[in-house]
């Protein structure tokens, strides 16, 4: 069995009488450790199907398996605990706390998932390392441009280990260097895990192990 599988995924939004279908049997299988691209243009369901993997979004017909887990049947009062557990999001807008410091915000992530306080430390002075954020460990978000926050918020991830990474066109504020320096150094951190990535930039996703392209809510082709 696949590590990641999308059986027949549909989701249908309402707006009033109007009914707007974002995906459409949406299918595909994905292997334990694989590095998937996700493409297509504005407003062909991209982000819909990542927030539906994230459980942020609710599918209306099919299934998405995950280690095994059916998380479109995952109880209410236990989806907190899924994404907290084997999920690491990076949202567009980044979704940082901005009361909070750098060091901060990667701590809380940790604190929430469990990790033992004498670890935190540790844990995020070398994630800071990896993705050469130290020196702005004690700034504010509203400090930092958007390549820092973008930094950050990928580093909030990275930093709890999850089994499953999704990325919703997370480098779009990096330059082409950053970026190309930035994904080097993902790599080895997300090596043991699946990761997803929605790109709008062919050279983040060039070395993935498939690309799935999205159209109108289906999938338009699968391929490297």
């Given amino acids: 069995m696949a590590f990641v599988e999308f059986q027949d995924v549909g989701k249908t939004y309402h707006m009033g009488e109007v009914e707007i279908e974002a995906l459409h049997d949406v299918s595909f299988e994905v292997e334990k450790g694989e590095f998937i691209g996700i493409m297509g243009p504005s407003g062909s369901g991209k982000t819909t199907l990542l927030n539906c993997i994230a459980t942020i979004d609710h599918v209306t017909s099919g299934h998405i398996i995950i280690n095994e887990k059916d998380i479109t049947r995952i109880k209410k009062n236990n989806l907190s605990k899924f994404r907290r557990e084997e999920l690491g999001f990076i949202f567009q807008d980044f979704n940082l706390l901005d ?40 700034k504010y978000p509203y400090q930092m441009s ?12 990275v930093a709890k280990h999850p089994e499953v990474f999704i990325f919703d066109d997370s480098f779009s504020a990096l330059d082409f260097k950053t970026d190309v320096t930035l994904r080097k150094a993902l790599r080895q951190r997300t090596k043991d895990s699946t990761v997803l990535i929605v790109a709008q930039r062919i050279s983040t996703i060039l070395n993935a192990d498939q690309i799935i392209v999205l159209d109108d809510g289906k999938v338009a082709g699968m391929g490297t």
Avoid: F, H
Wanted: charge should be positive.
């Fill in 99 to 138: 009361t909070l410091t750098a060091y901060e915000n990667i701590a809380l992530a940790l604190t929430i998932s469990k990790v033992a306080p004498k670890q935190i430390e540790a844990s995020v002075k070398e994630v800071a390392e990896k993705l050469e954020i130290t020196d702005i460990l004690k």
């Fill in 146 to 157: 958007g390549g820092q926050k973008q930094r950050l918020s990928i580093a909030r991830a």
